[in-house]
């Protein structure tokens, strides 16, 4: 068997820059299960299916859930939109949001325990904790904890879209 070829520094610094992208992109979190593909050969339905009318903090766990297998799908403009503000809250355009995962092989996530969901002037708003493992395509592996906090309007006349869970902000950091 062949000796495994050391990593070099600008391998490694790659390796760092491009984990620090995807931080920066996704707003990414504990090392869960194996990292696959999940969609090869399969149909997904749009990850906005999940966010639409379940009012839970279930729900809203279900959205971090389709955010990363979107994600982890390539299917980037649906992960993007999963984002408050048709992706604006995520501080990123669709392209940069895009570029973000250019070194990202395969993207997993385990939600933790829904927060308590909090009212706030027609709006509700539930924290969901995450743990994320990221895979780069050079085979670098890492893992991230933080919370994605999410949001929905409640308020009279308020359309099914704004009646979503919808990420509105994310506290992410690497694990060590």
Known sequence: MPKP?????AERWSLVVAL???VLACGCQRSGPPVTRSGAGANPAPADTA????DSADGAANV???YYRAIDERRYADAYRLWAS???????????FRTGFDSTAAVGVVPGTPGRIEGA????????????????TNGGRRTFAGIYTLRRS???GATPEQRA???????????K
């Open 5 to 9: 070829r050391a990593t070099s520094s």
């Open 20 to 22: 620090a992208v995807l």
């Open 51 to 54: 966010a639409r009318n379940e």
């Open 64 to 66: 971090v859930r389709a």
């Open 86 to 96: 048709d992706g604006a809250a995520s501080g990123k355009t669709l392209e940069a």
């Open 121 to 136: 002037a027609g709006s509700r708003y539930v924290e969901i904790p995450v743990h994320i493992t990221a895979v780069a």
């Open 154 to 156: 409640v308020v009279d």
């Open 165 to 175: 869970w919808r990420i509105h902000s994310a506290k992410i950091r690497p694990e």
